[in-house]
């Protein structure tokens, strides 16, 4: 049973690019929650969507970052006009359900550099 | 105040001793709660959930008291490979993680 899968794990993006980070959740796995983590910081929540739903998005940034779970396919987190300060680790996790006794499962992390 | 707190650390200890980590967290609502480890530049890893009666695995003790909103991991006979940083991570419909207490165990 293969783990949540994150791809790439390393991105290096110009200022002004789009950066699109991708996570496969755990197989039987319908919930999926992306997480920031700064250099030197502790992970912040960033959303959390089940399939073709955005259910939590409030620790998302007001403008250029988004993120989808599309019927087929994985879960993206797009982040438009990037910069130096989205440089970062990006986690994805996934649980089987929304209860809130269910751990997370983490991913590998995508670490995105921007120059 | 911060949601999820934790001793800052670092702590640095020789192999064979006992460590305890402590973690407060503010959101009485908190439904479950969580010991994550991360190794540098890996991602989190679930160490244990913690219970109301507290657990045990191994080496490794967690206790919940939630009249105090406080949390405590205790790792006995460290190891080497013990060495990382403890997460404490609290479910209040979303997960949310404490900065972490980093932990280096010498021989």
């Known amino acids: 049973n293969a783990g949540v899968m994150q791809n790439p794990r390393h991105l290096v993006r110009r200022r002004g690019q789009e950066a699109r980070l991708r996570c496969s959740p755990m197989?039987?796995?319908?919930?999926v929650y992306w997480y920031r983590q700064l250099p030197e910081e502790g992970l912040k929540f960033m959303v959390y969507?089940?399939?073709?739903?955005?259910?939590?998005e409030s620790g998302m940034p007001k403008e250029r970052f988004s993120a989808e779970f599309p019927k087929e396919g994985p879960s993206i987190l797009r982040i438009q006009q990037v910069v130096r300060g989205d440089s970062a680790a990006y986690f994805c996790?996934?649980?089987?359900?929304?209860?809130?006794?269910?751990?997370?499962?983490f991913g590998p992390g995508t670490r995105l550099t921007v120059t | 105040r911060k949601e999820v707190e934790q001793d800052p650390g670092p702590f640095n200890v020789p192999e064979g001793a006992t460590v305890a980590f402590n973690c407060t967290y503010s959101?009485?609502?908190?439904?479950?709660f969580f010991w994550y480890r991360q190794d540098c530049r890996k991602e989190p890893k679930l160490l244990m959930s913690?219970?109301?009666s507290g657990n045990e695995d191994g080496r490794f003790t967690a206790q919940l008291n939630r009249a105090s909103q406080y949390i405590s991991l205790l790792i006995r006979d460290s190891k080497l490979s013990d060495s990382a940083t403890y997460l404490c991570?609290?479910?209040?419909?979303?997960?949310?993680f404490g900065a972490g207490t980093r932990l280096t165990v010498k021989p």
């Open positions: 996790a996934s649980s089987p359900l929304t209860d809130t006794y269910y751990e997370q499962y």
């Open positions: 197989k039987g796995h319908s919930h």
């Open positions: 969507l089940q399939k073709e739903n955005i259910i939590d």
């Open positions: 959101n009485s609502a908190s439904q479950s």
């Open positions: 913690v219970y109301s």
């Open positions: 991570v609290v479910n209040v419909g979303d997960m949310r």
